[in-house]
């Protein structure tokens, strides 16, 4: 076949010359950066991609944090207003309000937080206890009870052990549990609104801005 390069050619029969030699880069810059710094110009733009992703992905996470413990105070909430709710109106005992909040068909944190607790009954060892344990363990485990900060998840854990262990639990006991958590919840949902989007913009930005100064 006739070359496409003859001069080039000749050149290569009368030089030193290499067969597996790879350029740093597609530009006379990367040639310069790579020169200077020995580093491969063309790692450069895969660092950039990743030091981008990287704040990208903390401002998502920080957003998704946020809006998972909203969702799971809320949750809480919800099934801690209505066990009361029960146990206050159809005099329920605690156990048969888990059982009823078990069978509701309410948030899957509320079904789960009874069905933990109704498992840990039937250990042997004193109720609250082995209640408080659960809970702490449901904290520990679950994915949506793990976005609790250690307070909330301290008083989940006192609020079934202190229900557990009152043997004529005043109404007025509960109610300021349940505005407590209700409380908790309105705040972590206002802090999401307020916050998570403005970190996931915020990660962008940081990561666009970190990209640009290592052009």
Not at 46 to 57: D, E, G, P, Y
Not at 98 to 103: D, F, R, T, Y
Not at 191 to 202: N, R, V
Request: glycine share 10%.
């Amino acid at each position: 076949e006739t070359s496409l390069t003859p001069f080039l050619d000749s050149l290569w029969q009368q030089s030193l010359s290499f067969s597996h030699f790879y350029s740093s880069g597609i530009h006379t810059n990367h040639g310069m950066y790579s020169s200077l710094y020995s580093f491969p110009a063309m790692m450069k733009g895969l660092l950039i991609f990743i030091v981008f992703s990287c704040c990208a992905w903390g401002g998502v996470y920080l957003y998704r944090y946020l809006k998972e413990r909203a969702d799971t105070l809320e949750a809480l909430a919800e099934a801690i207003t209505s066990l009361a709710e029960a146990m206050d109106q159809d005099g329920l005992t605690l156990r048969e309000g888990l059982q009823w909040l078990q069978g509701a068909g309410g948030r899957q944190e509320g079904r789960m937080l009874a069905g933990c607790l109704l498992s840990a009954g039937a250990l042997p060892g004193p109720l609250p206890e082995r209640w408080g344990e659960a809970a702490g363990r449901l904290c520990q485990h679950e994915r949506g009870f793990r976005r609790l900060n250690p307070q909330e998840q301290e008083w989940l854990k006192h609020m079934i052990q202190d229900q557990a262990a009152a043997s004529a639990d005043p109404e007025h006991i509960r109610r300021g549990w349940v505005r407590q958590w209700q409380e908790r919840a309105l705040q972590a949902r206002t802090q999401y609104e307020k916050k998570g989007p403005l970190y996931g913009k915020l990660g962008m930005l940081i990561g666009a801005a970190l990209a640009i100064l290592m052009l």
